[in-house]
């Protein structure tokens, strides 16, 4: 397993399959070695196994919200979007952000993520639309020289 794991992680592809991919092998390593120990009836081995299993799904979750969280970021900075604070005004933890129990570095949260997307759809929308006014105008516009260059083809056009 830690050599396919390796392997994953160097292969270039998009950092969301490889997340996946890299989940989907440690579930399948750990779930073909807990039913190995429940043939055994090992408890001790079974509850080992379920522990280490759920430490690595604890770093796997922490990775894939860092990237999650990096990715939305770099989105709301782009748009200057404002970004959820990590303190509240009375000094408490703010609930869009949560500090990574193994890396110590801070992630948003399932609601810091919906709130930052609201942001991003808000202004992205806004952005469309202070656009799509411009549409109408570039389409008259156009049927403007259209009927121009037809006037000017009829009236250059010499009869026999």
Known sequence: MPFLSRLIAKFPMPTETRLTWQRARLDKAYAKGINAARKLKDKEKIESLEQDH??????????????????????????????????????????????????????????????????????????????SHWVVWLSALTGVIGAVTGLVALLGHKSP
Do not use: Q
């Open 54 to 131: 759920r430490f690595e799904i604890d770093l796997y979750e922490e990775e894939e919200d860092a990237y999650l969280t990096k990715v939305l970021l770099s989105k709301a900075r782009r748009l200057r979007v404002p970004v959820p604070h990590r303190y509240n005004e009375d000094s408490t933890e703010s609930e869009h952000w949560y500090e990574g129990n193994y890396t110590g570095r801070w992630y948003l949260t399932t609601r810091g993520v919906t709130a930052l997307r609201e942001e991003i759809r808000r202004e992205l929308k806004a952005r469309h639309e202070a656009r």
